[in-house]
């Protein structure tokens, strides 16, 4: 048979079969005594929290800030006449009044969208938006007039 090691002789180091008692730290929780047998312990699950989509959360602010820029121009081209305007001249295309609506409010946006790239920034900035918004009044209205006006352009 084997000799083992006293565990009474400090200088020697313990070996790895040995059991003896470890340091107590203070930082973790006293065990709690538990009786012999099995034991099951069942911690509940935190909840999780669920994640944040926030591109369509983007999305659907820019969704609204678009709405709210357009329908405001929209109701500026409505309130300065630019909408009967634009009636008047779809009244006279008959049947092909959507066509050339779409066609006017293109020529508005791409307007709007050249001269807001082009000139809007030589402007200070604290003026860009305004102007970006009433270059959009044309464009917001046409599609109004056709949306409103032009016969059979929701069918």
Known sequence: ????????????????????DQPYDEDQPATIPVAPGINVTITPATPTPEP????AHDRRARARRWFLVHGAGAF????????????????????GAPGAGLCLAGFGWFGAEFATER?????????????????RIPFSTALLTVALHAPNALN
């Open 119 to 135: 000139y809007v920034r030589i402007l200070p900035s604290r003026t860009r938006p305004a102007a970006a918004w009433a270059l």
């Open 1 to 20: 048979m084997g000799v083992t090691p006293d565990p009474g002789e400090p200088d020697e180091e313990p070996h790895w079969w040995s059991v003896g």
């Open 52 to 55: 944040v989509d926030t591109r």
């Open 76 to 95: 500026a081209g409505w309130s300065f006449g630019l909408y009967h305007s634009i009636a008047a001249f779809l009244d006279t295309l008959g049947p």
